[in-house]
């Protein structure tokens, strides 16, 4: 299927240069030009410009290869990432530029950027071919594509461009054979991609399911060590520098937690056994959201309208303000900023016996956030646990920073909206 100009990054960053960086320079430098009196300062500007625009061009076109997100809610970070990073080179070499001409270029990056994207998604839609044979039903319960049934009639080779972005089938059945493989083939010929049925539904979901694992080896999944030693540096960084705005409001968020619960004397923190990385207990802290004897008869899951929920502990666990503690257990190495987050004992030794390959989740540093929060919210049984899990395997097999930055963005507007909280 031929692809839509726009869906091109170089393209997209061209029109945008032109929009963003030329325009500006346009109205406000023309006298300077036509007076062949170029200043530095201009030059400069146009340049910080250019660079802030290619980054979040490139940003976004990064970002929004992931599945299940929407593109729209990235825009803004990824333009204020740029722009920062951006910034503190102009700052830190104490480059001169023009604050009148990158304004303009700021407000005109803004609006492109959102334009683009809201273009780029409808032009996007993805059309896929399948062979109605062996898993393909689960497929079809996907959103946002088009889905097209094949026939053994229908002949790649008659046409000149094929109308569909790929092609899936179940290449493990039996049944997939003659006349199947020959239009499979051929379609591959005409340079149309050809997908077994597992790997779309994992590229399409943000799940990897338990059972592609029995297909694959599980060394395949192993993260990235020199990532693990960048990815624990960075979190170190990121709780340091930002201790000047988490103490305050951890601070305040003691304060109104023992005046909720000064009656019964409950303490503020929250202190539960958790499994961490290779399957080692360490102490996690939270603050208690819960009243104190939430947990006399054992470990259970939470729940929607949970009776033993206080009232200010459905806020701060809505807006995620009950994990700030955390940030000493990232700070010990027990945790990280991103990963799958931390089961307590009893729920681990459970799963373990029913579900397969759930202690391969524990083969990297549990998370204050992570890519099955955000895709999926809390897990109130075994079922919601186990889908979970393949959101968790996503995230191992794609381990990278670009995945990391995309669950931070989606983490602040899961903070925002409370979404899966309970």
Known sequence: MQRHPWQYLIIRILVGWQLVCL???VV???EYVLTENILVTQI???IASSSALSLSLIGLDRLTQ??????????LPTLLASALIVGLILLVFRVPYSVYYLSMSAVLGLAFCFVSQVLLRSVTQVTIGYVPIGRYQSLLDIKDVRWV???????PASHERLPFHAVVADLADKDLSGEWEQLLAEAALQGTPVYNVLQVSESLTGRLPIKHLYENNLGSLQPSMSYLLVKRLADTAVIIMSAPIIIPIAILLAFTIKWEGRHSKSAVLFKQRRIGQGGKLFTMYKFRSMIPNAEDN????????DMRVTKFGSFIRQTRLDELPQFINVLKGDMSLIGPRPEQLDFVERFNETIPFYRYRHIVKPGISGWAQVM??????????KVKLEHDFFYIKNFSLT????IVIKTIQTMVTGFGAR
């Open 23 to 25: 325009l500006p320079a």
């Open 28 to 30: 406000l430098f023309w």
């Open 44 to 46: 400069n500007s146009v």
């Open 66 to 75: 992931f599945p299940g997100q929407k593109s729209m809610v990235t825009v």
């Open 149 to 155: 049934e094949l026939t053994k009639c229908f002949k």
């Open 298 to 305: 054992g470990a259970q899951m939470a729940t929607d309208a």
């Open 376 to 385: 999926h919210g809390y897990a109130s049984d075994e079922d919601e646990t």
């Open 403 to 406: 995945l990391d930055l995309l």
